[in-house]
């Protein structure tokens, strides 16, 4: 299997802890903690940072991901937060509280801006925590779906063969997500996004509600530029530039970014 920190759908059971780098010295590498072939590895603390919809989200995944579930949940973070805040029954931790509290958990992020995202998975591994995997007891995928570290992938979705997704991607509630895809680092899938086979996703590209991407082929993938921005029911027939906003059907550009 290849390296960067990807674990093959075959050897996990639905949802992943993650630890350290590995040979490559990939920042966010993983190695899974949750299922193990003696049997069912510890409980391991973890927390969510951010405490919104996403993240409520996030947290009830891990309650409808029994019995495999192998966390211990201990709350949301968020940087400035009231001492005395809770939100569906679980606190919300500071910063400063859950990293002197709890040392060795790990962080979900649970914040679908991905430019905000990598800064938090930026700071979480500058102080030493992992990320898990998560995905949702709902989801069908093939074993040959490579998941980076701190990827999280939601209810209802699909994912078919020879898919690769990278660190900290966000595949949203009942997104089908073709052969032949990649999906690199900090992207973001909003609920009801298709794409389809052959398409390549640049980093922290945010494809909006219902999207649909349609396919590229082998050896002229369609690409999705890295910081693109596709505006919620649009349908991208060719490929984007970087940082830009498309919208419509079929898509067109609307705004460059930078």
């Known amino acids: 299997m290849a390296s960067l920190g990807m674990t093959d759908r075959a050897s996990v059971n639905r949802i992943l802890g993650s630890y350290g780098g590995d040979e490559t010295g990939d920042q966010f590498s993983s190695r899974a903690v949750s299922a193990t072939e003696g049997g069912v590895a510890p409980a391991k603390k973890m927390a969510i940072y951010g405490a919104?919809?996403?993240?409520?989200?996030?947290?009830?995944?891990?309650?409808?991901a029994k019995p495999h579930l192998v966390f211990d949940f201990v709350g949301f973070i968020e940087d400035a937060a009231d001492p005395n805040r809770e939100v569906d029954g679980k606190p919300v931790l500071s910063w400063e509280r859950f990293s002197l509290s709890y040392p060795d958990a790990?962080?979900?992020?649970?914040?679908?801006?991905?430019?905000?995202?990598?800064?938090?998975?930026?700071?979480?591994?500058?102080?030493?925590?992992?990320?898990?995997?998560?995905?949702?007891?709902?989801?069908?995928?093939?074993?040959s779906v490579q998941l980076g570290s701190g990827?999280?992938?939601?209810?209802?979705?699909?994912?078919?063969?020879?898919?690769?997704v990278g660190n900290h991607v966000h595949v949203n509630l009942d997104c089908t997500v073709g052969h032949d895809a990649r999906i690199d680092d900090f992207a973001t899938l909003s609920p009801g996004v298709h794409v389809s086979g052959n398409v390549h996703i640049g980093q922290s590209a945010f494809i909006g509600t219902g999207a649909t991407?349609?396919?590229?082929?082998?050896?002229?993938?369609?690409?999705?530029?890295?910081?693109?921005?596709?505006?919620?029911?649009?349908?991208?027939?060719?490929?984007?530039?970087?940082?830009?906003?498309?919208a419509g059907v079929p898509a067109v550009l609307k705004k460059r970014f930078v």
Not at 52 to 64: H, P
Not at 215 to 233: E, H, Q, R
């Open 151 to 164: 990827s999280i992938v939601c209810c209802g979705s699909i994912l078919t063969v020879n898919i690769t």
């Open 106 to 143: 790990v962080v979900a992020i649970g914040v679908g801006k991905p430019q905000a995202r990598e800064k938090l998975a930026l700071r979480c591994s500058a102080a030493g925590f992992d990320f898990p995997i998560l995905i949702h007891d709902s989801v069908a995928m093939s074993d």
């Open 52 to 64: 919104g919809g996403f993240a409520r989200e996030v947290a009830w995944l891990l309650s409808a």
């Open 213 to 246: 991407i349609v396919n590229g082929t082998a050896a002229d993938p369609l690409v999705i530029g890295a910081g693109c921005v596709i505006a919620a029911g649009a349908c991208v027939t060719k490929n984007t530039e970087e940082n830009c906003l498309y």
